[in-house]
């Protein structure tokens, strides 16, 4: 069965940083490219991150480029999501996936509030 169950969510104040964290188990993660997108209320959900099979190549959102950085350890099965200088539009629901081929696999999602 596959799970992607993320952690690290939160309130923070402007500024600060988080830590997310999606562990993931039921698939071959090492063969499935990684991300992390978000949705904030009354907002689409938009792609924050993503991360190759092997983590070799990176891409960000204009939103995330110098603030976020995305990263996988593929012997413990997880992907990370470090937000740094976080700003309340950051608020969302963020959402770890997981793509290869047509297969598409997305956790249940993890609240960020960031707020003073």
């Known amino acids: 069965q596959v799970q992607l169950v993320e952690s690290g969510g939160g309130l923070v104040q402007p500024g600060g940083s988080l830590r997310l964290s999606c562990a993931a188990s039921?698939?071959?993660?090492?063969?499935?490219?990684m991300s992390w997108y978000r949705q904030a209320p009354g907002k689409e959900r938009e792609l924050v991150a993503v991360?190759?099979?092997?983590?070799?190549?990176?891409g960000y959102a204009d939103s995330a480029k110098g603030r976020f950085t995305i990263s996988r350890h593929n012997v413990n099965n997880t992907v990370y999501l470090q937000m740094n200088s976080l700003k309340p539009e950051d608020t969302a629901v963020y959402y770890c996936?997981?793509?290869?081929?047509?297969?598409?696999?997305w956790g249940q999602g993890t609240q960020v509030t960031v707020s003073s």
């Open positions: 996936t997981a793509q290869r081929g047509s297969n598409d696999y």
């Open positions: 039921g698939f071959t993660f090492s063969s499935y490219a």
């Open positions: 991360i190759s099979s092997a983590g070799g190549s990176t």
